[in-house]
């Protein structure tokens, strides 16, 4: 570091030294945009029904009602209510 014989500009160098360097480390720290992902768009109607949708169809008569109907229809008939879970839950 060389010297400043001047008392106002040193002070203006070490200022500026000091935001240098905290610009340098707001900008070394900064996150980047994610990449681009490699997989296929979604195509709507592609995937079909669940096997959750296709087991409620078949109990139900070809209609997939919402849990909270299921949970009325089960109270109104006096049965009861049967929970539908995915395959992966076991």
Do not use: C
């Not at 070490?14 to 994610?34: E, N, P, W």
């Not at 109907?69 to 209510?81: C, I, L, N, S, Y």
């Amino acid at each position: 570091m060389r010297h400043i014989p001047n008392k106002k500009h040193a002070l203006t160098a070490a200022l500026q030294a000091g935001a240098a360097r905290d610009f340098a480390l707001i900008k070394s720290r900064r996150q980047f945009k994610r990449g681009a992902s490699d997989k296929p768009p979604y195509k709507p109607g592609g995937i079909g029904p669940s096997g959750v949708a296709e087991r409620i169809k078949s109990m139900f008569n070809g209609v997939v009602l919402s849990r909270k109907d299921r949970r009325q229809w089960a109270k109104d008939t006096g049965t009861a209510f049967r929970p539908f879970y995915s395959e992966s839950r076991g």
